[in-house]
């Protein structure tokens, strides 16, 4: 068991959610993300891969109240964070990969949110993982916001350190805005993309929008 999984047993559910936000909040600013977040249009699906806990959807709700969202994550906790009146709004899928949820009868995301995933996910599985990617938006105009840590500064190492030592994933593995440009570049066709503020508001963290169209 990680050091992170006896804390929340410890803690239980309820405690451990407070203090959960407050220790995220140091790394990540949810409210500074949103604004630099773009539009999305009314009725759009957004699928968020490695949805966790959930918290960035009730941020996401309180602006976008008519978009339809679904979370997927292959833990079996998801959604734990989200707030009562978003949980009827929001389809939780548990212990879901990309792929399996290639296989599932369901709609095409219009927008795609990645935050904090790709950082755990081994060099040598990513092609595997935006491939499964692909197949999901195969012949769909699609939105892929990737928020992650650019490495170099002290609470991207900290982070690091949590992830290692606390949450206990030895494969954590930083990538930087220079890398996830380059390898954006060599899965997708015809992509357009740009980087958000979110590194002059919020450094460590930075986001991108790619634009995709397989």
């Known amino acids: 068991m990680s050091i992170g999984k006896a804390i929340r047993k410890i803690l239980g559910e309820k405690l451990f959610k407070v203090i959960g936000k407050y220790y995220k909040a140091f790394?990540?600013?949810?409210?500074?993300?949103?604004?630099?977040?773009?539009?999305?249009?009314?009725?759009?699906?957004?699928?968020?891969?490695?949805?966790?806990?959930?918290?960035?959807?009730?941020?996401?709700?309180?602006?976008?109240?008519?978009?339809?969202?679904?979370?997927?994550?292959?833990?079996?906790?998801?959604?734990?964070?989200?707030?009562?009146?978003?949980?009827?709004?929001?389809?939780t899928f548990p212990k879901t990969s990309v792929n399996n949820f290639c296989k599932m009868n369901q709609p095409k995301p219009d927008y795609i949110l990645i935050i904090d995933v790709l950082h755990h996910i081994r060099k040598e599985d990513r092609n595997e993982f935006f491939n499964d990617i692909k197949t999901l938006i195969h012949g769909n105009k699609c939105k892929i916001i990737i928020k992650d840590n650019e490495p170099g500064y002290c609470k991207t190492k900290l982070g690091y350190w949590a992830d290692v030592y606390i949450s206990g994933d030895k494969n954590t593995n930083l990538v930087s805005k220079e890398e996830l440009v380059k390898f954006m570049k060599s899965e997708f066709r015809n992509l357009k993309y740009y980087e958000t503020n979110l590194f002059k508001l919020n450094k460590p963290n930075y986001s991108f929008v790619f634009s995709v169209n397989n």
């Open 27 to 91: 790394f990540f600013n949810l409210e500074i993300f949103l604004e630099t977040f773009p539009d999305i249009k009314p009725g759009s699906v957004l699928l968020d891969i490695g949805g966790g806990e959930g918290d960035p959807i009730n941020y996401l709700l309180k602006k976008y109240q008519n978009i339809n969202v679904i979370m997927l994550d292959i833990s079996e906790k998801i959604g734990t964070f989200l707030d009562e009146k978003n949980k009827d709004k929001v389809k």
